[in-house]
């Protein structure tokens, strides 16, 4: 899940499990929602996004799932690769016209 | 690369002095986006422009921080009398008006002595 601070919530995989991410975000009324991946030293690379009309989106080895009663968003990563080690973020959009994000979660994917 | 370009990618700068960040975004894209991003959180939102516009303002951005984009195209975001606090990785981002993916260039690392 996200949390505030330094201390950025971790996950270990091994190189081709499953991985999955979890986002909690605050707005209600929200009814966008998107993930990014972030590499060091690059910025936030787009993944998947969904509106809240849906409950699930699929793309290329990434799944996005919404639960709107609790507020939570959280991506599937299937048969993670070393190369998706990197921290990923949820944001969701607010006033119809800003993304607003958490504080990120560190995947590591061990080989 | 998404295509949006951020200039310099480093600064380094001595408390008290000026600084000017420039963004290109990608072409055909009207919004862009500026956010910080400190060590350990997720981007923060600073100001966006509708074409040469600016919109929206963050109530925590300082007075000192003002940000242009005098033709509808590429944008400066100044920093005056920087702050050691100012660190922080300052991220551009465009999208089309109707979009609200944003496409994120790779940023500009302040680090203020």
């Known amino acids: 899940g996200e949390s505030v601070g330094l201390h950025l919530p971790t996950l270990s995989v091994q190189e081709g499990d499953n991985s999955i991410i979890n986002c909690a975000y605050s707005?209600?009324?929200?009814?966008?929602f998107i993930w990014y991946k972030q590499e060091s030293g690059k910025g936030p690379q787009f993944i998947i996004d969904?509106?809240?009309?849906?409950d699930k989106r699929q793309g290329q080895r990434v799944t996005v799932l919404l639960n709107k009663t609790v507020k939570h968003l959280s991506l599937q990563i299937a048969a993670t690769q070393p190369g998706d080690s990197a921290v990923y973020f949820c944001?969701?959009?607010?006033?119809?016209?800003?993304?607003?994000f958490g504080a990120g979660t560190i995947l590591r994917v061990k080989s | 690369d998404t295509g949006v370009s951020q200039d310099p990618r480093h600064k380094i700068t001595k408390r008290g002095q000026n600084v000017t960040f420039r963004c290109d975004p990608i072409?055909?894209?009207?919004?862009l986006y500026w956010y910080r991003q400190t060590l350990g959180q997720g981007p923060e939102f600073l100001t966006y422009?509708?074409?040469?516009?600016?919109?929206?303002k963050s109530r925590l951005l300082s007075d000192r921080f003002s940000a242009e984009r005098p033709k509808g195209s590429f944008s400066t975001l100044e920093i005056q009398r920087t702050e050691q606090g100012d660190s922080a990785m300052y991220l551009c981002?465009?999208?089309?008006?109707?979009?609200?993916?944003?496409?994120f260039g790779s940023g500009t690392q302040l680090s203020v002595l």
């Open positions: 072409s055909e894209h009207n919004r």
């Open positions: 969904i509106r809240s009309n849906m």
């Open positions: 707005n209600s009324a929200s009814d966008y």
């Open positions: 422009f509708q074409n040469e516009a600016q919109l929206e």
């Open positions: 981002a465009s999208s089309l008006h109707n979009e609200e993916k944003l496409f």
């Open positions: 944001a969701e959009l607010v006033d119809g016209n800003k993304l607003v």
